[in-house]
């Protein structure tokens, strides 16, 4: 069973992600800010990260810097869940490294599809993998 790694400040936006995930046969692990997250990373090594932006302590952005400078966590998927919509945004997370960019609000049906094809996909492997870009 593959295991996702849940982050948003926001209580109700976990609780969704986790519920819908775990209806799918995933595991979820939680995280309440960018430090948590990577705590977690840590402790529970997951196969995919689900990540907001604007969170407390540590941003997404600077989350996802964090895991790419270190060779141990650099290859993990991330997809950012954000309400930040600009192109501008949406830019700055795939050059940043995320396979996938999901704006809020979001269909939880479409999350499960970009985590199922993240993970079908092989992404994550010693070469990085490939980005997703859209369904």
């Given at each position: 069973?593959?295991?996702?790694?849940?982050?948003?400040?926001?209580?109700?936006?976990?609780?969704?992600?986790?519920?819908?995930?775990?209806?799918?046969?995933?595991?979820?692990v939680t995280a309440y800010d960018g430090v948590q997250a990577l705590e977690k990373v840590?402790?529970?090594?997951?196969?995919?990260?689900?990540?907001?932006?604007?969170?407390?302590?540590?941003?997404?952005?600077?989350?996802?810097?964090?895991?790419?400078?270190?060779?141990?966590?650099?290859?993990?998927?991330?997809?950012?869940?954000?309400?930040?919509?600009?192109?501008?945004?949406?830019?700055?997370?795939?050059?940043?490294?995320?396979?996938?960019?999901?704006?809020?609000?979001?269909?939880?049906?479409?999350?499960?599809?970009?985590?199922?094809?993240?993970?079908?996909?092989?992404?994550?492997?010693?070469?990085?993998?490939?980005?997703?870009?859209?369904?």
């Open positions: 069973m593959a295991k996702v790694l849940a982050v948003d400040d926001q209580v109700h936006i976990v609780k969704l992600i986790q519920v819908n995930l775990e209806r799918s046969g995933y595991h979820v840590k402790t529970e090594h997951p196969d995919v990260i689900v990540c907001d932006v604007m969170m407390p302590r540590k941003d997404g952005f600077q989350v996802l810097q964090d895991l790419k400078s270190d060779p141990g966590t650099r290859n993990i998927p991330f997809i950012m869940l954000t309400a930040k919509a600009q192109d501008a945004d949406v830019f700055r997370g795939y050059a940043s490294g995320v396979h996938c960019y999901l704006t809020k609000p979001f269909n939880p049906q479409q999350l499960i599809a970009f985590v199922k094809r993240v993970l079908d996909s092989g992404y994550g492997g010693d070469d990085g993998g490939d980005k997703i870009y859209s369904l």
